[in-house]
């Protein structure tokens, strides 16, 4: 499936069973709204006296920042349409490759986590937090959203870690042994994965402008029953996440058998995992897609990953402030 099928798909579903509407944001500066509908790279809110005062006080509750180690051996990364029928070009060929040890989110990263980041860097508050004037409690521990590549970049560096790269999310989510979901073969359903998923959800239910800005998302750590073989949630659905890899839908042909980290270069970054609005193909973890390191949308969040401690690996980023500090 192409990118424009996708895009087109989730616009569908956006859009489902709402009347066009001028999107008007009290403290805010909107410029534009891109065809993608999700896209709000241009809308620029800004922090209410009382918001900022919420936002300092939820931002002290604990955050979901636990890590899990994956440990340094082969994967079988990609699909086999003898076996997976659903399997898109892009995910071709499917062969072993060997991943480094490394560590990795258990959890999405949080809108909480991330709320720690932005204040800690005098950043305006997210375009989702501006409903109702406040950053709400409701929204602790669904996975932030309407984050740009370069922002969740920007916050795992900040954080002392970094983006995990395509593969290392891929072997994260489905263990060494090529299934086709992070619990095993049997088809994703709705008390396995959020996904498919179209209405209205979360704080401020009433408007129904707010399905743009915020969707039928659940808390990180639901589905117990439909961890990875490393323990990591929802690796399928809820929000599809960024990965440090530039996207060419023809890698898989080329990469190195030994930690790709993804082209040299390229104009989309990798994207994995599938979203709240996505079918059941798209939420296995072998698919793959990409998009304008620019975006933000409300289906696309990220988790990040780091070298052992004690064993930096070349390159890994130095923390700048104690992410618990708000």
């Avoid at 959203?145 to 560096?157: G, I, L, P």
């Avoid at 839908?249 to 599938?274: L, T």
Wanted: charged share 20%; glycine share 8%.
């Amino acid at each position: 499936m192409t990118m424009s099928e996708r895009t087109r798909r989730r616009i569908f579903h956006v859009f489902w069973g709402a009347a066009l509407f001028v999107l008007t944001l009290a403290s805010s500066r909107v410029t534009a709204l891109t065809s993608a509908g999700s896209d709000v790279a241009d809308i620029g809110p800004e922090w209410t006296r009382e918001g900022r005062q919420a936002a300092v006080r939820l931002a002290a509750l604990p955050p979901k920042d636990e890590m899990v180690p994956v440990p340094e051996r082969p994967f079988l990364m990609g699909s086999n349409r003898q076996v997976d029928r659903n399997a898109y070009p892009q995910e071709l060929p499917q062969r072993t490759v060997y991943v480094d040890v490394y560590e990795i989110d258990k959890y999405e990263v949080t809108a909480v986590q991330y709320l720690r980041y932005v204040l800690a860097n005098n950043l305006p508050p997210l375009l989702d937090w501006k409903w109702g004037g406040v950053f709400q409690e409701t929204m602790v521990n669904h996975p932030v959203m309407h984050v740009s590549w370069f922002e969740a970049d920007a916050y795992c560096k900040w954080a002392g870690k970094r983006l995990p790269t395509s593969a290392e999310w891929e072997k994260a989510a489905r263990g060494t042994d090529g299934r086709l979901y992070p619990w095993g073969n049997e088809p994703a359903g709705l008390s396995r994965a959020n996904f498919g998923r179209t209405g209205l959800s979360g704080p401020v239910r009433d408007r129904p402008e707010r399905l743009l800005l915020y969707p039928p998302i659940v808390s990180v750590d639901k589905y117990e029953n439909a961890v990875s073989p490393y323990g990591t949630f929802n690796m399928a659905g809820n929000v599809a996440e960024w990965t440090a890899d530039w996207y060419d839908p023809s890698y898989y042909k080329y990469a190195p058998d030994k930690n790709p980290k993804g082209p040299a270069h390229g104009s989309h970054k990798a994207f994995r995992g599938g979203g709240w609005v996505d079918s059941t193909p798209a939420v296995r973890p072998a698919q793959r897609n990409g998009a304008d390191p620019k975006s933000r949308m409300n289906w696309l969040g990220f988790r990040c990953a780091r070298d052992p401690v004690g064993n930096p690996g070349p390159g890994a980023p130095t923390p700048t402030m104690n992410p618990a500090t708000p």
